[in-house]
């Protein structure tokens, strides 16, 4: 190996510097798919390959309403002539094209199997045929009449168009979506009838916004139908940035079945669902008890999309039971809007619905005055063309003669009647069968009324508002075919508002609710056992490692733990490790600093009052709901130090026993520790030097109880001795009060 580069043939190596090359190379990958992959054009809404499809397709004359083709005869013609890529990449796009799940206004007219809604391949491109729709004419309505601009295609043996007429909103009408390099794209199907609303808007006032033409757009419009329940507000933002998204629900209705039972019914899906996988995770969850709400879900479609759920009794609330399954299963959806597409067929950019739609009109009138051009260049062809006709009908024997008897016809006819070289060619090529209806009455009718049509064409080309009523006219004439009152135009996706369900009853039908005990060691590991169980002396632990604390609760309750560094953590009791094993340490679901540890973990209920505090002798009571955190962060409620938070009681009483290390009791009323949602509180007690040692909350009249180290219980009532005012140094506590400084 040690013999060097391998020199090149004539034996001179090149040095390339590799972040050079890399980086040109890989710049050269991500610019050939952008642009030839994955955006579509802002202009016609499609891709490389569906350009080359229909194109393709219209090549063959496979219009609406002839014959069919073999898909197989198709993809190969395309790829044979203008995309040199696999035949399968070919073939499933214009799969998609044919599919009405996929497509709002399906491109392609498919006969045989083309795939269905369960997710199910379409048969092979040799068993299926198909033929443009009346969507595609009109996409490509105006190409042989130099609409648009032709390249060569790859190998230079034919031409391709850059772009399509594109007499139908297809970008915005069918959406598309794409990964490139870097980038990719988004855009969900919208009404097209709502489309030519805004469009002939966006004509009358050329200043409009989006927020204007959102009057007219409602939304997106999905083939397969659905809710749509994002938020008004956030619909503007995302139309107007072009970035956003929309969650996207399955409709559904409550069926009666008698007695007071009842079943929902969906009827309509999420958009690029498919519905035997949805099936099939509605069903894995019943069978793993994620779903206690629901008995039993069946597949009852045929042509239409029919999903029936049994609730698990007929008291359960359907809403609620939708809810859940909507938590945890594609029956809501979020379609993501990212508008990139490729404006001019060149730049990549995030246009606003309002761009959009004007990229669209401007190449509808760019395409109005190719095709206007085209037509003046062809009248005035035929107006020379007729001019001759009538210097030939008027002296018919002339020419006749000129023709029989000179060798070289066609320069003698241009001196003799002086004719351009145009009319003399057609006088030449005309045939003899012809001559009879030479009459010189339809040749004026023909060139009187051609005439007419090129003055129109002119004032046309000449006036910027002409040109402007023209494309208003034809968005006009199409929307006629796609109106709200026709089968295709009617909308499919409705709006709505998400039921408003608090998270806490959602969170208990998604868990069975059943008794538990939650177990916590020295160390920090937990774990949560069967039942309410009193006696734990059989528990075992990991190696030097011991109980702190143990608890009652449920699997539907919320745990609050907190920490010596003053926050509060919340986890869930039904995600709690069971209890065959140690458990799991607390540290992989909460985010806690190494050097801080934990103080105590209670059950959320709600409503109640904690009194928190810090060695240093200083609290505040705190709302138990404020303490709620979102995050594995926790939530911040007292200011403290890695090690200094030390105690957390409920505060359920009128007073505060309060005792320091220095072995000095002080009991104090309740009333005077202010109440805060987070801070560094005020000081309970006085020290000269050391800390606190434990603190407890209890009703005066009751008296103050605590606990010896045999295990009896002993309590006070004349407290008077002891009484005083908040932040004072207190006395020795009472005789019999443990040596451990604890309650």
Same mark, same amino acid.
């Given at each position: 190996?040690?013999?060097?580069?391998?020199?090149?043939?004539?034996?001179?190596?090149?040095?390339?510097?590799? @972040?050079?090359?890399?980086?040109?190379?890989?710049?050269?990958?991500?610019?050939?798919?952008?642009?030839?992959?994955?955006?579509?054009?802002?202009?016609?809404?499609?891709?490389?390959?569906?350009?080359?499809?229909?194109?393709?397709?219209?090549?063959?004359?496979?219009?609406?309403?002839?014959?069919?083709?073999?898909?197989?005869?198709?993809?190969?013609?395309?790829?044979?002539?203008?995309?040199?890529?696999?035949?399968?990449?070919?073939?499933?796009?214009?799969?998609?094209?044919?599919?009405?799940?996929?497509?709002?206004?399906?491109?392609?007219?498919?006969?045989?199997?083309?795939?269905?809604?369960?997710?199910?391949?379409?048969?092979?491109?040799?068993?299926?045929?198909?033929?443009?729709?009346?969507?595609?004419?009109?996409?490509?309505?105006?190409?042989?009449?130099?609409?648009?601009?032709?390249?060569?295609?790859?190998?230079?043996?034919?031409?391709?168009?850059?772009?399509?007429?594109?007499?139908?909103?297809?970008?915005?009408?069918?959406?598309?979506?794409?990964?490139?390099?870097?980038?990719?794209?988004?855009?969900?199907?919208?009404?097209?009838?709502?489309?030519?609303?805004?469009?002939?808007?966006?004509?009358?006032?050329?200043?409009?916004?989006? #927020?204007?033409?959102?009057?007219?757009?409602?939304?997106?419009?999905?083939?397969?139908?659905?809710?749509?329940?994002?938020?008004?507000?956030?619909?503007?933002?995302?139309?107007?940035?072009?970035?956003?998204?929309?969650?996207?629900?399955?409709?559904?209705?409550?069926?009666?079945?008698?007695?007071?039972?009842?079943?929902?019914?969906?009827?309509?899906?999420?958009?690029?669902?498919?519905?035997?996988?949805?099936?099939?995770?509605?069903?894995?969850?019943?069978?793993?008890?994620?779903?206690?709400?629901?008995?039993?879900?069946?597949?009852?479609?045929?042509?239409?999309?029919?999903?029936?759920?049994?609730?698990?009794?007929?008291?359960?609330?359907?809403?609620?039971?939708?809810?859940?399954?909507?938590?945890?299963?594609?029956?809501?959806?979020?379609?993501?809007?990212?508008?990139?597409?490729?404006?001019?067929?060149?730049?990549?950019?995030?246009?606003?619905?309002?761009?959009?739609?004007?990229?669209?009109?401007?190449?509808?009138?760019?395409?109005?005055?190719?095709?206007?051009?085209?037509?003046?260049?062809?009248?005035?062809?035929?107006?020379?063309?007729?001019?001759?006709?009538?210097?030939?009908?008027?002296?018919?024997?002339?020419?006749?003669?000129?023709?029989?008897?000179? #060798?070289?016809?066609?320069?003698?006819?241009?001196?003799?009647?002086?004719?351009?070289?145009?009319?003399?060619?057609?006088?030449?090529?005309?045939?003899?069968?012809?001559?009879?209806?030479?009459?010189?009455?339809?040749?004026?009718?023909?060139?009187?009324?051609?005439?007419?049509?090129?003055?129109?064409?002119?004032?046309?080309?000449?006036?910027?508002?002409?040109?402007?009523?023209?494309?208003?006219?034809?968005?006009?004439?199409?929307?006629?075919?796609?109106?709200?009152?026709?089968?295709?135009?009617?909308?499919?996706?409705?709006?709505?508002?998400?039921?408003?369900?608090?998270?806490?009853?959602?969170?208990?039908?998604?868990?069975?609710?059943?008794?538990?005990?939650?177990?916590?060691?020295?160390?920090?590991?937990?774990?949560?056992?069967?039942?309410?169980?009193?006696?734990?002396?059989?528990?075992?632990?990991?190696?030097?490692?011991?109980?702190?604390?143990?608890?009652?609760?449920?699997?539907?309750?919320?745990?609050?733990?907190?920490?010596?560094?003053?926050?509060?953590?919340?986890?869930?009791?039904? @995600?709690?490790?069971?209890?065959?094993?140690?458990?799991?340490?607390?540290?992989?679901?909460?985010?806690?600093?190494?050097?801080? #540890?934990?103080?105590?973990?209670?059950?959320?209920?709600?409503?109640?009052?904690?009194?928190?505090?810090?060695?240093?002798?200083?609290?505040?009571?705190?709302?138990?709901?404020?303490?709620?955190?979102?995050?594995?962060?926790?939530?911040?409620?007292?200011?403290?130090?890695?090690?200094?938070?030390?105690?957390?009681?409920?505060?359920?009483?009128?007073?505060?026993?309060?005792?320091?290390?220095?072995?000095?009791?002080?009991?104090?009323?309740?009333?005077?520790?202010?109440?805060?949602?987070?801070?560094?509180?005020?000081?309970?007690?006085?020290? @000269?030097?050391?800390?606190?040692?434990?603190? @407890?909350?209890?009703?005066?009249?009751?008296?103050?109880?605590?606990?010896?180290?045999?295990?009896?219980?002993?309590?006070?009532? #004349?407290?008077?001795?002891?009484?005083?005012?908040?932040?004072?140094?207190?006395?020795?506590?009472?005789?019999?009060?443990?040596?451990?400084?604890?309650?």
């Amino acid at each position: 190996m040690g013999e060097g580069p391998i020199p090149t043939d004539d034996g001179t190596i090149e040095p390339v510097g590799l @972040k050079a090359a890399l980086e040109e190379r890989y710049l050269a990958y991500a610019l050939s798919t952008i642009m030839h992959r994955a955006l579509p054009d802002a202009r016609d809404g499609l891709k490389p390959v569906h350009r080359r499809i229909l194109y393709g397709m219209r090549l063959l004359r496979l219009d609406p309403g002839g014959g069919f083709r073999k898909s197989a005869k198709i993809v190969g013609d395309v790829m044979g002539s203008f995309h040199p890529h696999g035949n399968m990449a070919i073939y499933d796009a214009m799969v998609r094209l044919a599919q009405d799940f996929s497509q709002r206004y399906p491109l392609v007219d498919g006969q045989g199997n083309f795939g269905n809604i369960d997710g199910d391949n379409a048969a092979a491109e040799r068993y299926t045929e198909a033929r443009m729709t009346e969507v595609a004419r009109l996409i490509l309505d105006g190409i042989d009449e130099d609409a648009v601009s032709f390249r060569p295609n790859y190998d230079g043996t034919a031409e391709e168009p850059v772009v399509l007429p594109g007499g139908f909103p297809n970008l915005l009408a069918n959406g598309s979506t794409g990964i490139a390099v870097g980038m990719a794209t988004s855009i969900p199907p919208h009404n097209a009838a709502e489309l030519f609303d805004a469009c002939l808007h966006l004509i009358e006032h050329p200043q409009a916004t989006t #927020d204007d033409l959102l009057q007219f757009v409602k939304g997106p419009d999905f083939p397969t139908g659905g809710v749509v329940i994002e938020s008004p507000a956030s619909m503007a933002d995302a139309y107007a940035t072009g970035r956003g998204g929309f969650r996207l629900r399955a409709r559904w209705h409550k069926e009666e079945t008698g007695r007071g039972t009842y079943v929902v019914v969906v009827t309509e899906i999420p958009y690029g669902v498919a519905k035997s996988r949805l099936v099939e995770k509605i069903a894995d969850l019943l069978n793993e008890k994620k779903l206690p709400l629901l008995a039993d879900v069946r597949d009852e479609s045929a042509e239409d999309v029919r999903l029936v759920l049994e609730p698990r009794a007929r008291n359960v609330d359907a809403e609620l039971l939708m809810e859940s399954l909507f938590k945890l299963t594609e029956l809501e959806t979020r379609f993501p809007l990212n508008m990139n597409v490729l404006v001019g067929g060149l730049v990549p950019k995030v246009v606003s619905l309002a761009e959009a739609l004007r990229e669209w009109l401007d190449h509808r009138r760019e395409v109005l005055l190719r095709r206007s051009r085209h037509r003046l260049a062809e009248i005035e062809h035929r107006l020379e063309v007729l001019g001759g006709y009538l210097i030939a009908y008027l002296n018919l024997d002339e020419v006749i003669r000129i023709i029989r008897e000179e #060798d070289e016809p066609k320069p003698a006819l241009m001196a003799r009647f002086e004719l351009t070289d145009v009319q003399a060619e057609a006088i030449l090529n005309m045939r003899l069968r012809s001559l009879r209806k030479l009459e010189e009455f339809e040749i004026r009718k023909e060139h009187d009324a051609l005439t007419k049509e090129k003055d129109g064409i002119e004032k046309l080309l000449g006036s910027e508002a002409r040109q402007w009523k023209t494309v208003a006219w034809q968005i006009g004439e199409t929307r006629k075919m796609f109106g709200p009152e026709t089968e295709i135009g009617r909308r499919r996706t409705g709006f709505g508002e998400a039921a408003a369900h608090g998270a806490d009853a959602v969170i208990e039908a998604l868990v069975e609710r059943e008794p538990i005990t939650v177990v916590v060691s020295q160390k920090g590991w937990i774990r949560a056992l069967k039942g309410h169980v009193a006696d734990l002396g059989s528990l075992a632990f990991k190696g030097d490692d011991e109980l702190k604390l143990s608890f009652f609760a449920e699997t539907t309750s919320k745990l609050l733990v907190f920490a010596t560094n003053g926050r509060f953590y919340t986890l869930d009791a039904s @995600k709690l490790p069971g209890g065959r094993g140690h458990g799991e340490p607390l540290r992989l679901t909460i985010d806690l600093e190494q050097e801080a #540890d934990i103080v105590d973990v209670i059950v959320h209920q709600g409503g109640r009052k904690l009194l928190v505090a810090a060695r240093e002798g200083r609290g505040f009571v705190v709302s138990e709901d404020d303490c709620v955190a979102n995050t594995r962060k926790g939530k911040q409620v007292l200011a403290a130090d890695a090690q200094d938070a030390c105690k957390l009681v409920v505060a359920a009483g009128d007073s505060v026993a309060v005792i320091g290390e220095n072995r000095k009791l002080l009991v104090f009323p309740l009333s005077q520790i202010p109440e805060m949602a987070r801070g560094r509180g005020v000081r309970l007690q006085r020290y @000269k030097d050391g800390q606190m040692s434990d603190l @407890k909350v209890f009703t005066l009249a009751d008296g103050l109880t605590w606990l010896d180290s045999s295990g009896r219980t002993w309590t006070v009532n #004349d407290l008077t001795e002891w009484r005083g005012e908040r932040a004072s140094a207190g006395r020795l506590p009472p005789k019999g009060f443990p040596r451990n400084n604890r309650f």
